[in-house]
């Protein structure tokens, strides 16, 4: 049979045997940002145009080459959202969160649309899990929000991910640093790609992260950013690593890090790893002191960061990190006859309030099939009901490992009494 279509260029479908994967790193988030004090957010997947524009800047990759951007019917320009700072942000303006008071501290998952280039690690549409805070300038929340990622890493059981920061300082530092770097390139007018060229006047910041490798090689020579920092910069950065240090977090001061959003200032940090091949970043973020004001609010500084959850599960597998598989088939019910289906429909409603999972047949299969399914989807118990059963109320429990067999009423204690022996022979299991 020829398929109509398949998937778009990019993207990847979860099945149902992988999904667990994902909501293991997807508890690990949540419990570990509620520790940490942060509550979900939960934002449409298209926004206005102009908040992506405005907010994650015109002069980047994102804004320039890779939105999903389309009219609707009504004639308003809208974007798939490329990542989830600027959703955030224009949510806790309309909803006036900072009258709950500050700081305001939310968490999400979000789905992601970029028009990049596939590659291994790179997709078109992913995945973040990320938070963001509002309403702090200290360096303490900059520190804490680092121990937040780090410990998400730590209890995904990752390693050989390490931690790169930095700062890029305020619109004054920036200033005299986009003067030394405009004097800098400017040398190498004739070698720049085209790109680089139509920045170099309004944000040559971004040339430091032109993905040509010419301009990176350029790029390597140009000024470094922690030679521009005034002394209120300074003295932030420098509190950063203070407490990162007492919280034993490791890190490297990275000058070259600068991100690819328009929307920092000061606190950088990505995190990476080289067992993924060339797009190892599986974190990223930083604060953004004037994201509110450009997006109309008053001035709120604030911060967060993203993590990529195609690439955490990517360095999950190339690690070799083992993912601990759901609870299988309880129980499976065989079934010979209408009302043999009938009884078992009574006793799978039983067994499935006491919180275990429990199958039978809805496909109409014989006997022997049944139970070869029963034996395909792992279930650790099976019951044959007939008209003997039934007649004598009463059945064999068979262990599927073991072949044991246990008789049973076929009454209201039967889900009790199945949760019983289910639980003495968890040890057997390995549940
Ligand atoms: P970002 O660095 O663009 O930052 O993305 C964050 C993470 O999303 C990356 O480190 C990477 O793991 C993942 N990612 C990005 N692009 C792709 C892609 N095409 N395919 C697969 N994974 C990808 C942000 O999005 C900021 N909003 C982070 C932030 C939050 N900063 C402050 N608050």
């Given at each position: 049979m020829a398929l109509i279509t398949k998937k778009i260029k990019g993207t990847e479908d979860v099945l149902p045997k992988q999904s667990y994967r994902w909501q293991f790193i997807e508890n690990i988030m949540r419990e570990e940002s509620r520790a940490y004090g942060f509550r979900e957010i939960r934002t449409p997947v298209f926004e206005h145009t102009e908040l992506f524009a405005r907010g994650v800047?015109?002069?980047?990759?994102?804004?320039?080459?890779?939105?999903?951007?389309?009219?609707?019917?009504?004639?308003?320009?809208?974007?798939?959202?490329?990542?989830?700072?600027?959703?955030?942000?224009?949510?806790v303006l309309e909803h006036a969160l900072e009258n709950e008071g500050l700081p305001i501290k939310a968490s999400y998952f979000v789905s992601c649309y970029r028009y990049e280039k596939p590659q291994a690690g790179r997709l078109r549409e992913f995945?973040?899990?990320?938070?963001?805070?509002?309403?702090?300038?200290?360096?303490?929340?900059?520190?804490?929000?680092?121990?937040?990622?780090?410990?998400?890493?730590?209890?995904?059981?990752?390693?050989?991910?390490?931690?790169?920061?930095?700062?890029?300082?305020?619109?004054?530092?920036?200033?005299?640093?986009?003067?030394?770097?405009?004097?800098?390139?400017?040398?190498?007018?004739?070698?720049?790609?085209?790109?680089?060229?139509?920045?170099?006047?309004?944000?040559?910041?971004?040339?430091l992260d032109c993905?040509?490798?010419?301009?990176?090689?350029?790029?390597?020579?140009?000024?470094?950013?922690?030679?521009?920092?005034?002394?209120?910069?300074?003295?932030?950065?420098?509190?950063?690593?203070?407490?990162?240090?007492?919280?034993?977090?490791?890190?490297?001061?990275?000058?070259?890090?600068?991100?690819?959003?328009?929307?920092?200032?000061?606190?950088?940090?990505?995190?990476?790893?080289?067992?993924?091949?060339?797009?190892?970043t599986v974190c990223?973020?930083?604060?953004?002191?004037?994201?509110?004001?450009?997006?109309?609010?008053?001035?709120?500084?604030?911060?967060?960061?993203?993590?990529?959850?195609?690439?955490?599960?990517?360095?999950?597998?190339?690690?070799?990190?083992?993912i601990p598989q759901p609870e299988g088939c309880a129980l499976y019910i065989a079934t010979m006859g209408d009302a043999a289906k009938l009884k078992a429909f009574g006793l799978l409603a039983q067994v499935r309030r006491c919180g275990l999972v429990a199958e039978t047949d809805v496909v109409g299969r014989g006997l022997r099939p049944q139970m070869k399914?029963?034996?395909?989807?792992?279930?650790k118990y099976s019951i044959v009901l007939g008209d003997n059963e039934i007649a004598e109320n009463k059945a064999k429990v068979k262990n599927m490992q073991s072949g044991e067999q246990t008789e049973l009423a076929l009454d209201d204690t039967f889900a009790e009494k199945f949760s019983v022996l289910h639980l003495s022979d968890a040890a057997a299991f390995k549940i």
């Open positions: 800047g015109q002069t980047t990759d994102v804004v320039q080459k890779e939105m999903y951007t389309f009219d609707t019917k009504g004639g308003e320009s809208v974007t798939l959202r490329p990542e989830g700072t600027a959703g955030a942000a224009r949510a995945h973040q899990f990320g938070i963001e805070e509002y309403g702090t300038q200290s360096p303490v929340a900059d520190a804490e929000i680092i121990c937040l990622a780090q410990s998400v890493l730590d209890r995904l059981g990752l390693g050989d991910v390490r931690l790169e920061l930095n700062s890029i300082g305020c619109p004054e530092c920036r200033a005299n640093y986009n003067r030394a770097l405009r004097e800098y390139f400017s040398q190498y007018k004739e070698q720049l790609c085209d790109t680089c060229l139509s920045r170099l006047e309004k944000n040559p910041m971004r040339l993905k040509s490798p010419e301009d990176h090689k350029i790029a390597e020579g140009a000024p470094r950013i922690t030679d521009f920092l005034c002394e209120e910069c300074e003295s932030h950065f420098r509190e950063v690593q203070k407490y990162l240090d007492s919280a034993g977090v490791e890190y490297t001061v990275n000058p070259t890090i600068v991100r690819g959003l328009d929307y920092y200032t000061k606190t950088v940090f990505e995190f990476v790893t080289d067992c993924i091949g060339a797009q190892g990223g973020g930083g604060r953004y002191d004037g994201l509110i004001e450009e997006l109309g609010g008053r001035h709120m500084p604030s911060l967060g960061f993203a993590m990529g959850l195609e690439r955490i599960l990517m360095v999950m597998d190339a690690q070799g990190v083992e399914y029963a034996d395909k989807i792992g279930a």
